[in-house]
């Protein structure tokens, strides 16, 4: 697949391959800024074709990524309907299974792939493709290390653990058996995650939908064939998450090399990928950070289904949580999304020495945002009497649901603007300052709201989303401070010396961003002293 204009390279101009031209791609931002330049007279272009022309980028990459959000959304859901079908002991037992392989595994997986995003962005703006190769290499190779220590620590030792949590004895030995046969999903998941990255640094989606497609319409047979024909149990469950996804790595595999997407930026497996301090010592540097943000906010949930169990209604109190925790969940994917393709389109920008551009980009995905939180928050209101009857008949549950549900509206009102600053801060390799916000504003600002209002102000149930609004108020606030602060040709200076690391001229960009942080908490320090 071609998404940049033809090099001189000679070897860039192969043959076309003939099976190519069966694959779907997506229009790629350069293709499409050549377009508009057409149109505009090159001279001509005015601010407001700029920021169109960069919203039909953003759009091509993050619309792309809902449908593919979507279809691993149902892929769980059809999960959770098998297991329902297996009876209440299944359910749960599978159901813990799930939530624990998502603190402990998926969480810190997908928080460490994220560090490779900024890399991959910056390096194929700046026309570095072979960096983006080589990164997706050391990101599969950091993954998978991960996963022996979570297997070895975690998964393979759930049984005690979830007892010393004094959690029954059957539906751990059920939980057990789920997470027993979803070890080979952590392998899995090292290849899924950096493949995703990889594509969509380059503005490669639609493949990823259409593979993700594909994929999920397999999941109901494999499903059936392993539940109800086979008669595993909650066994066939987890193995057909894990076929599912073993399904989708090597169609993704087979459409990177059927198209020639390779060509450019992958340079075979080498032992450049085990070379070069700096350059681990960067990814670390951005992974790390990136794994803390991305389970600070996974937890936060768990912790709120452990404090519901304290409330005065324990039993509605959880099983509410859970139905709104799913519907977050659905929510979650519009932003998230934006924040993938705001994140690439920044960091393609930055990396191609387009700072202005770059913050185009970022102000665009933030319109963007907005329009989405408010689609969020009239989405929330406007089905708040039905939503709940959809997962159950209880009458309590139903009162807690619609009670709570136009709170999490206005909590997406800031959730969609910060997730969009969060995929600025990846796209500019700014993980660490999303972190700490995170930290400050859930945990600092959101829980201890929540404790009080949950459990001494009366709020009870309520309380607790109360707080999560306390929490992504502060955060949106912090967040859009950070975007307004940010110095984007400095951060164009900042790229350059990222993709030039393999080179030995990186710079200790830790340093650069630590200095950026206190410069940071000293303007807030002295906003304060003159309030």
């Not at 940049?4 to 043959?15: C, F, H, R």
């Not at 813990?96 to 390096?123: D, H, K, R, W």
């Not at 519901?308 to 949580?321: D, E, I, Q």
């Amino acid at each position: 697949m071609r998404q940049l204009s033809p090099t001189s390279n000679p070897k860039v101009q192969d043959e076309p391959n003939m099976l190519a031209t069966l694959i779907p791609k997506s229009p790629t931002c350069q293709q499409q800024q050549q377009m508009q330049n057409h149109h505009n007279n090159n001279n001509n272009t005015t601010h407001l074709s700029l920021s169109l022309n960069e919203a039909k980028c953003i759009a091509n990459i993050s619309f792309s990524m809902v449908l593919t959000g979507l279809l691993l959304y149902s892929r769980s859901m059809i999960s959770m309907l098998f297991l329902g079908h297996l009876g209440e002991l299944a359910l749960a037992g599978g159901s813990l299974a799930i939530g624990f392989a998502n603190i402990t595994g998926y969480s810190v997986l997908s928080g460490l792939a994220m560090g490779m995003e900024p890399i991959c962005g910056q390096a194929f703006g700046a026309r570095r493709f072979k960096l983006l190769g080589l990164t997706m290499q050391r990101t599969v190779l950091l993954l998978l290390v991960t996963s022996c220590l979570i297997s070895l620590f975690f998964w393979l030792n759930m049984r005690k653990i979830l007892l010393l949590c004094g959690q029954e004895e059957d539906i751990a030995n059920e939980a057990e058996l789920y997470i027993l046969y979803s070890l080979p999903d952590l392998v899995l998941q090292s290849l899924l995650h950096p493949l995703r990255i990889y594509l969509r640094s380059q503005s490669i989606t639609l493949p990823l939908t259409c593979c993700a497609a594909v994929s999920i319409l397999l999941h109901v047979p494999i499903n059936y064939l392993f539940v109800s024909i086979l008669k595993l149990g909650i066994k066939g469950v987890a193995l057909s998450a894990v076929v599912t996804n073993l399904n989708l790595v090597w169609l993704l595999i087979v459409y990177v090399v059927v198209s020639g997407t390779h060509k450019k930026t992958w340079p075979g497996i080498s032992r450049e990928c085990f070379q070069g301090w700096n350059s681990w010592k960067t990814l670390m540097n951005l992974a790390i950070p990136s794994c803390v943000s991305v389970c600070l906010e996974w937890w936060w949930y768990e912790i709120m289904i452990l404090l519901c169990g304290l409330l005065v209604n324990p039993h509605a109190s959880v099983a509410s949580m859970g139905v709104l925790i799913q519907t977050t969940a659905l929510i979650y994917i519009f932003p998230s999304s934006l924040s993938f393709g705001v994140s690439t389109r920044v960091g393609n920008e930055l990396g191609a020495g387009n700072p202005r551009r770059a913050k185009l980009a970022a102000m665009v995905g933030l319109c963007f945002s907005f329009v989405f939180g408010l689609s969020a928050l009239a989405f929330a209101v406007s089905v708040r009497n039905v939503w709940a009857s959809m997962f159950t008949l209880d009458g309590q549950i139903i009162a807690l649901t619609s009670a709570v549900l136009p709170i999490i509206g206005l909590c997406e009102l800031g959730n969609c603007p910060q997730t969009t600053v969060c995929g600025v801060l990846r796209g500019t390799a700014r993980p660490k300052l999303g972190a700490n916000i995170n930290l400050g504003c859930f945990y600092l600002v959101g829980m201890p709201v929540a404790v009080w209002l949950g459990f001494f102000a009366g709020f009870d149930f309520k309380g607790l989303w109360l707080g999560m609004l306390a929490a992504q108020g502060s955060c949106m606030m912090t967040m859009m401070f950070v975007l307004a602060r940010t110095n984007w040709e400095g951060q164009a200076l900042r790229a350059k010396e990222l993709t030039d690391s393999d080179s030995g001229e990186e710079k200790n960009l830790m340093e650069e961003e630590e200095q950026e942080e206190e410069g940071f908490l000293g303007s807030c320090a002295t906003k304060e002293g003159s309030v």
